[in-house]
Structure formats: C-alpha cells, structure tokens
Nanobody, 111 residues
Framework: QVQLVESGGGLVQAGGSLRLSCATS????????MAWYRQAPGKQRELVAR???????NYADAVKGRFTISRDNAKNTVYLQMNSLKSEDTAIYYC?????WGQGTQVTVSS
C-alpha cells in the first residue's frame, strides 16, 4: 500500500513561513514526480508546485517567488518551503504522486 505522510502544517501570521514535508516509500519516490496541491474552502483543488525525478520544478503563478519545492532522495521526502505567506494561502495542502494522495495538512495564515 502506498502511503504519503504529510507534516508541517499549522497556524502562522501573514508574512511568516512554514515548511511542509511529505514522506513516502522509496519505490514511489524514485520513479514518480511529486507535487503539492491545495484546496481552500469552497474552491477546487489546485496545483501549487511540482518536481520531477530530475529536479525540474514548476509553480502556480500565485506562489512563484515565495514557495520552493525540493526533494531529499536519501529520505524519500519532498518539501514545500512557504515564505511570505498570505491569508489567501490558507488551505488544506495535499502531497501527490500521480494517482496517490496524502491525507492533507491544514495551513492557516492569519492576517
């Protein structure tokens, strides 16, 4: 069974930072691109950032210059460093590897 285990969400003031982590099995991590999505209340789930196995990255326009996705191959973990957080970043953040999803972690940014 494939598991994606997220951590690092929480409550932060606007302008602050958080780092999300997503750990998975080596078999998944080594062959699949990894991504972070988010879903705010009343909105559709949207792609935040993606990273391929060759470390090519792409970002949603709303987070470019503020968020950074990275992967640690030794730990089978992907990270999302979120800086200069805004209230509109408030959402549940999900780790994704193609058909596989994590349980989600809540990020709340207070203004």
């Amino acid at each position: 069974q494939v598991q994606l285990v997220e951590s690092g969400g929480g409550l932060v003031q606007a302008g602050g930072s958080l780092r999300l982590s997503c750990a998975t099995s080596r078999s998944i991590f080594s062959i699949l691109p990894m991504a972070w999505y988010r879903q705010a209340p009343g909105k559709q789930r949207e792609l935040v950032a993606r990273i391929t196995t060759s470390d090519t990255t792409n970002y949603a326009d709303a987070v470019k210059g503020r968020f950074t996705i990275s992967r640690d191959n030794a730990k089978n973990t992907v990270y999302l460093q979120m800086n200069s957080l805004k209230s509109e970043d408030t959402a549940i953040y999900y780790c994704n590897a193609l058909a596989f999803w994590g349980q989600g972690t809540q990020v709340t940014v207070s203004s």
